[in-house]
């Protein structure tokens, strides 16, 4: 099986940035093609521009006009003024990709040149909301979340039917998004309106990121939304599963990947998503935890593995390379592009850039590349594409104890990649800030005894290893703080 390898772009940026650098403007229909051939180069499979969609002048002034906001643009752009602020691509006025960025056309075309070189289009669907400035919100107030009082979390909107107090977008745990207005998921005719729009975005891509998936779940929305009572009955099935099921008749490989959090990863997975964020394991990696990212991923078990998203940082996390020191960010990046699953990057990680950018920002501040940084994802993308990682069947490893009182198993990220061949690959990462030992107990194929090449993929280390030795013991590792490894086996002839 292969697994995907994502690139997200922040589109309004990154072509801003290509404007500059040529001295022309740059869309989507003009995209130079060493950018094309760097993504293959690399290995990625998809990418994802987010941010393509139309934004308003409504939800952009409310984005001039929140304080927090503002202090985050002066971090992330000094010296910044209204002219660099465009909204949030969140808050989406209309499904049509902006103008400014090259129009329906400029989408179209960019696809065709992913085709030709063998990628794939993800785009942002947002499920739960709309922009303040979608005509939907005068013309069919019906399809939105009314509430009969006014309050912190709705707005007065003149609507064809009067004026009326709709809700802004929100989830049950946060603050509302102002610049939003919410859709009301108990009522048929938005479900089917929304499905319609969905199969509208699918047809212009290859797979949607969906943007806080779980929000329109029967029991999330109900508990959201308990103090707005519906005329309708509560709904019997799932949006997500009818919707889904829809696009997959007329498009059966389209993909799925659901941003979702609290714990219901499963759900949306049981639901038709290929694959769904696990922010556990990316709050664990950032966060020092070295001893618990093994449980994490032992714990969830292959199939939930195989169908997650692994990453570092992306548009609303802070950068890793502020938050991770070189061989830390070695060994995060090795767990998340080692695994099976989908791995996923974001433009700038692998610059080493530490600025978080607002993602209403449409002009982002110049960053110096670390070239560290840059050869360490180099390595990886460039070496991992001539082994089995991603390509193959996958086994999350459980280490064994070097010996009785030494606990530094428990800091291992051990991974087997398969292929149709007698060869295998073993990702190796000690998350540790120390010295570690364990055995790696691997899983050698239907053969005869005899000896086994073992090379670094990533280094100089190679060893011969009898298949007695590994049958009886596994492998035997002894590695630095922070190793980051892919060993490849290969049988010796006799």
Not at 179 to 194: G, I, K, P, W
Not at 422 to 449: M, R, T
Request: charge should be negative; aromatic fraction near 10%.
């Amino acid at each position: 099986m292969s697994y995907p390898l994502l690139y997200e772009i922040n589109t309004r940026c990154w072509l801003r940035d290509r404007s500059e650098k040529s001295g022309r403007r740059v869309t989507l229909a003009d995209v130079p093609e060493t950018e094309f051939e760097q993504w293959r180069c690399f290995g990625f499979t998809h990418i994802w521009l987010m941010g393509v969609w139309t934004g308003g002048a409504r939800s952009r002034e409310i984005a001039l006009g929140i304080p927090e906001l503002r202090k985050a643009y002066s971090e992330a752009l000094p010296g910044w003024t209204e002219q660099d602020v465009g909204g949030s691509p969140y808050a989406i006025a209309a499904y049509q990709v902006d103008p400014a960025l090259g129009g329906e056309e400029g989408l179209a075309a960019f696809r065709r040149k992913l085709q030709a070189s063998g990628l794939s289009l993800m785009l942002d669907f947002v499920p739960n909301h709309l922009g303040l400035d979608h005509p939907w919100v005068r013309d069919r107030p019906e399809l939105f979340v009314q509430l009969p009082d006014p309050g912190s979390d709705t707005f007065a909107q003149n609507t064809r039917d009067g004026i009326l107090n709709l809700a802004y977008g929100k989830d049950p745990y946060s603050p509302a998004w102002t610049d939003t207005v919410q859709l009301d998921y108990r009522r048929s005719e938005t479900r089917a309106t929304m499905a319609g729009l969905l199969q509208e975005v699918a047809q212009r891509c290859d797979g949607v990121r969906c943007d806080m998936a779980m929000l329109v779940l029967n029991d999330v929305f109900a508990r959201t939304w308990e103090r707005s009572l519906s005329a309708e009955p509560a709904p019997k099935t799932e949006f997500w599963s009818d919707a889904i099921a829809a696009v997959r008749q007329r498009q059966p490989g389209f993909e799925f990947l659901a941003e979702v959090y609290w714990g219901i990863e499963d759900r949306l997975q049981a639901l038709g998503f290929n694959y769904t964020y696990d922010k556990v394991l990316y709050d664990r990696l950032v966060g020092h935890d070295t001893r618990g990212v093994q449980p994490h991923l032992l714990g969830m078990g292959p199939e939930r593995v195989s169908a997650s998203a692994h990453f570092l940082e992306n548009h609303d996390e802070p950068r890793v390379a502020a938050l991770l020191d070189l061989p830390e960010h070695r060994a995060a990046a090795l767990v998340i592009l080692g695994l099976p699953g989908l791995r996923f990057l974001h433009e700038g990680q692998l610059d080493g850039f530490k600025r978080r950018l607002p993602v209403q920002l449409i002009r982002r501040s110049r960053e110096t590349p670390d070239p560290e940084v840059r050869r360490v994802y180099e390595l990886l993308l460039t070496r991992l594409q001539g082994s089995a990682v991603g390509q193959g069947r996958a086994e999350l490893l459980l280490p064994a104890k070097a010996w009785s009182d030494n606990p530094t198993e428990q800091n291992f990220v051990l991974v087997q990649w398969m292929n149709e061949k007698s060869a295998f690959d073993l990702v190796v990462v000690n998350l540790a800030p120390h010295q570690g030992q364990c055995y790696a107990p691997v899983k050698l194929p239907e053969s005869p005894g005899g000896s086994w090449s073992v090379t670094d993929l990533l280094g100089a280390e190679k060893y011969i290893r009898t298949g007695e030795e590994l049958r009886t013991h596994g492998l035997y590792l002894d590695v630095g703080a922070h190793a980051a490894q892919v060993f490849h086996f290969e049988p010796l002839a006799r």
